[in-house]
Structures are given as C-alpha cells and as structure tokens.
C-alpha cells in the first residue's frame, strides 16, 4: 500500500513564542524530523497557511478581540483570530528546526481574504486545494498525519483525508493540540477513534 506523509502547518507562529501559540509544540520536532528520514514514504506534503493582511479571520480586520465568537456561513469562524502567518512574514516560515528540505510539495492555504483554510485538501467553503487529486494521481492509499495543531488544522485534515477514502494514521507524539476549550484534545481524539483513524506513535 503506497503512503505519503502529511505534514501539517510546522510554522513559526504556531510555536510557543508566535502569534497563535500551541503549548510544547516544539516537542514534536523531533519526531516530525525522524519519521520524514523513512523510506516508506512515496512523497511527503506539507501545508502551509499563508494569508494576506486583509484576510477576514483576522480579528483586527473586524475591529474585534481574537477568539470573538464569528462565524459568516462563507467560510470564516468559528472565531476570529490573532494576525498569524501573514504572507512573507517570519511567523509564516516553517520552524527552523524542522527539516522542510524534505518536503516533496508545499500546500499554501487561506490565501483567498474572504475564505479561511483548515485542511491540507480544502478550503472551508469547499474549494478543493489539489492535494486529494495529488496524492491520488501518486497511487497513495494510506496517510500519516502529524503536526500542528491537533484540534484544528489536523483535525479537518483528516476528515477530508476520511471523506477522500484514504486510510488515516495519525501520529499522536507528532502533534500538540491548542485546547481553546476544555476538553477539545480528548473529544478529538475520540472522534479519530470513533471514524477508524488509527493513533500511532513514531
């Protein structure tokens, strides 16, 4: 069964010092750089959000606080947050200590202003970003998934992974999840379970 590894959003402003911070999530470096070296990988895809000043998730372009409750039924909420990932931006690179040499292809989301971009396959409104047609065109039946952050962006990437037929791994010590609310990574982790994704670690 040929795989690929996903990796999701190992950027700046996702680490403990950037503009939306996840908790150890400089922990899983390490594992994120291991698991890359393995030859059972046909191709290795990481996502990247990339946003434009002006982009609508942005609480500052609302005249709002980060975290307000929004959602527009168009694509952005379900809240509204801190400036992160802006194009060009030093919190929009790949952490310095993650191998990105290594990745094969370079997913960059959420740069429509009107549309915010969760998964590595689609927008939130919908809008397919190539990766399913990508990895299928690749003969990839089966998904390891890790990075930021597990109860978000990882998150919806493996439902649409789910939703695109593929088999789904996730790497359970190659991701750290935000926890806006309590509760968020165990009700995650559930669904995982509950959908047939397996938890492995590497």
């Not at 698991?35 to 990339?50: G, H, L, N």
Request: charged content about 25%; proline content about 4%; some cysteine.
């Amino acid at each position: 069964m040929r795989k690929a590894l996903l990796v999701v959003d190992v950027q700046n402003d996702f680490y403990e010092t950037g503009a939306l911070p996840v908790n150890d999530a400089s922990k899983i470096n390490t594992v994120v750089n291991r698991t890359m070296k393995d030859p059972v990988y046909k191709v290795i895809v990481a996502s990247q959000d990339w946003h434009p000043s002006n982009h609508m998730s942005f609480a500052v372009n609302h005249g709002k606080d980060p975290f307000t409750p929004f959602d527009n039924g168009k694509g952005i909420g379900p809240v509204l947050w801190p400036v992160h990932c802006q194009q060009g931006s030093h919190g929009a690179e790949f952490h310095q200590d993650i191998e990105s040499w290594r990745f094969d292809y370079i997913v960059r989301k959420g740069t429509h202003p009107h549309v915010d971009s969760y998964s590595i396959f689609k927008e939130n409104d919908g809008t397919q970003l190539g990766t399913d047609g990508l990895l299928k065109a690749l003969g990839t039946e089966e998904l390891d998934i890790c990075g930021l952050a597990l109860d978000y962006c990882l998150k919806y990437t493996v439902h649409d992974a789910l939703l695109a037929g593929f088999k789904i791994n996730v790497i359970i010590n190659g991701t750290k999840g935000v926890e806006a609310n309590q509760g968020d990574i165990q009700r995650t982790i559930e669904e995982f379970k509950s959908a047939g994704v397996k938890l492995i670690e590497r």
